[in-house]
C-alpha cells in the first residue's frame, strides 16, 4: 500500500505536467485576429457574438457552449467570409 508522501508526489508531478501543458498550449497558440482581455483569455467577435478563447486550456466559449479550439464548429465559424 502506497504512503501518504507518494500520493502528494504523485499528485505534485500530475499538476507540473499539467502546468508544462498548459505553457506550451499558450507558447504555441495562434493569436491572430484575437483581442487580449488578459494573459489567459482572447476573445473576437463572429458573426455578431462574442467568441472567447483561453489558449492555455484550448477552449472557445460561443453563445454559452464549450467547444475545442480544434473542433470543426470553431474551424468553420473563424474561416474568412467568401
Not at 499528485?11 to 482581455?37: P, V
Amino acid at each position: 500500500m502506497s504512503s501518504t508522501s507518494d500520493v502528494a508526489e504523485t499528485y505534485k508531478a500530475m499538476n507540473e505536467a499539467k502546468k508544462s501543458a498548459k505553457q506550451k498550449r499558450l507558447e504555441s497558440a495562434d493569436l491572430t485576429g484575437w483581442t487580449q482581455h488578459n494573459c489567459y483569455h482572447y476573445y473576437r467577435i463572429v458573426n455578431g457574438h462574442k467568441m472567447d478563447y483561453w489558449p492555455s486550456t484550448g477552449l472557445v466559449m460561443y453563445k454559452g457552449k464549450r467547444h475545442n479550439i480544434k473542433s470543426r464548429f470553431v474551424r468553420e465559424k473563424l474561416e474568412p467570409q467568401q
